[in-house]
């Protein structure tokens, strides 16, 4: 903020400015409301000041020096119990216990006390050449970090010569071929119920039946390249898209990542990226810059929908 705008005393009021932004920020990144983040707060400033006349007593009761090792073992026994107890309890009063049980279970999951949480698992459904199934199996199976928290476990085909067949057998990634009766009569629906968090569409050209669909809601994500809901629809897949952009003049094109419905590349949009088409553009010099805004955005947009859903479980 320019200083011309602080009137008395500047540093005053640009540490306030600055506790503003900074409680603004911690709001946005815990994604609750105003009222909230004061409860919140108010859990805090009990918690600490509970835990700081707790500390002071014990220490006067068993008569412990200050900054002797005692009174840091103390110290360090309130921080890493009585704190969080205190927290929880103050959380319950305050209507907030949920917010702080939800990073408690993160600690106590971190030293080992809970079980972690077990990697999400993503069956891929490919029928072509499969360059998004690997910039995905790359993105999650080959990121230790990442691998923990999902991974593809699964890919799915109906064209047993696809590109993904071979990537499947790289990665070693148990692979299925089904048949049009198969994915229509839903024969291994049930196994993908059981065994799968989030179907992710790379390049997959049948239409999902709409028992899968009602099975599996918001648990399907598609990718398409074109801006939705301009060119998609039956018929509508790799380079057909790209002619009839080109066919209509069009200026710009893009990808669209969005949750499958039972209708032909419909669905709620999740992402969509655009990009120029340029004088002399041909459909393969514009699949490839679509192909790259895919594999830029893709598995990122796999990711966030992952996180939201398991904030969502966690709530
Ligand atoms: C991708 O461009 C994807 O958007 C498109 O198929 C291509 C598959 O490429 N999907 C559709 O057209 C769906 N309607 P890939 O096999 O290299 O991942």
Redesign the pocket.
Known sequence: MPEFFLPGKPTHLCQQVETVKMFKKLQEKWGISGWRFFWVMCTFFFTGTTAAWVTAKITLWFNIEKWSVSFWILKLCILLIGYQILLLFFGAIFGQFRFFWKYEKKILRAVGILKKAPAYRIIIF??????????LIQYFNHNSKKARKAQVTKIITNNPS???TEIAKNENIPIDIITKAQFENGSYLNDWIKNADLIV?????WKCPEKMVKALPQKII????ALLPKY?GKG???S??HEAVLANGELESG?TIHFIDEHY?CGEIIFQAVVKIEKGETPQSL?EK??HL?HAYYPPTVEKVIKKAKAKLNQ
């Open positions: 490919a029928s072509g050449a499969g360059s998004n199934a690997a910039n696809a590109g993904v569409l790379a390049g997959f050209l598609n990718i398409h390249p998609g509508m897949y790799g057909h898209v990808i590349d699949a679509i192909h895919e």
